[in-house]
């Protein structure tokens, strides 16, 4: 069984700071991660996703993520936060690619920016 | 359409009554996804459709919850016999590249 774990449940930084939002996941084999963003309001939008190939992801708005085998993590940052930022952040995981594979979500991280 | 639309936005109900939530998913989409979001409970899987194979029931919590899928397109989940803590957020999903889903804007349910 697949499953995600998101450290800190709320994160708080500053404007113009570093953003990192943890992500450990469980997966009996390779797995396909994803970040989805969901701001108030709204529904979720994929943020960014890692199926194979460069470790080191690119998503929308400046957010980008690495896959470390290693560490079975898949940690989001941006270098600079933007008030536009604060919102609910959730990390997935899949263990396949294609029909059948569900997706398995954290519990979320609701990030909060401040002047 | 151009999202995947969901109805009602918001559904407050009372205790023991039936509840149906609906799900237009996006044209062509053949996976359609059925989530709910409770307060820091994140996201839990309930029902998955893929084409017309038989779909995934795994997440779903009690026999009082059901869904179908017409025609390979829209969904409906079914909640007999609610209860208060079936209160959450309820999100449907549609995917035509696997595994990458867009999301309806949720059907919020309140039961009293």
């Known amino acids: 069984a697949q499953s995600v774990t998101q450290l800190g449940s709320h994160v708080s930084v500053s404007e113009g700071a570093l953003v990192l939002l943890r992500c450990n996941y469980s997966s009996s084999v390779p797995p396909y991660l994803f970040w989805y963003v969901q701001y108030p309001n709204q529904g979720l939008q994929l943020l960014l996703k890692?199926?194979?190939?460069a470790t080191l992801v690119k998503g929308i708005n400046g957010f980008e993520a690495e896959f470390k085998k290693s560490e079975t993590s898949f940690h989001l940052t941006k270098p600079s936060a933007h008030m536009s930022d604060a919102a609910e952040y959730f990390c997935?995981?899949?263990?396949?690619w294609g029909g059948g594979n569900k997706l398995t979500f954290g519990t979320g991280t609701q990030l909060k920016v401040e002047l | 359409g151009a999202g995947v639309s969901q109805s009602p936005s918001n559904k407050v109900t009372e205790k023991g009554k039936d509840v149906e939530l609906r799900c237009d998913p996006i044209s062509g989409h053949t996976a359609l996804y059925w989530y709910r979001q409770s307060l820091g409970q994140g996201l839990e899987f309930l029902i998955y459709f893929q084409g017309n194979s038989a779909p995934d029931k795994s997440g779903l919590p009690s026999d009082r919850f059901s869904a179908e899928r017409t025609g390979g397109s829209v969904s409906t989940l079914t909640i007999q016999r609610t209860q208060q803590e079936d209160s959450a957020v309820y999100l449907c999903?549609?995917?035509?590249?696997?595994?990458?889903?867009?999301f309806g804007a949720g059907s919020r349910l309140t039961v009293l």
């Open positions: 890692y199926t194979t190939g």
């Open positions: 997935a995981v899949s263990d396949g």
């Open positions: 999903a549609s995917s035509l590249a696997a595994n990458v889903l867009t």
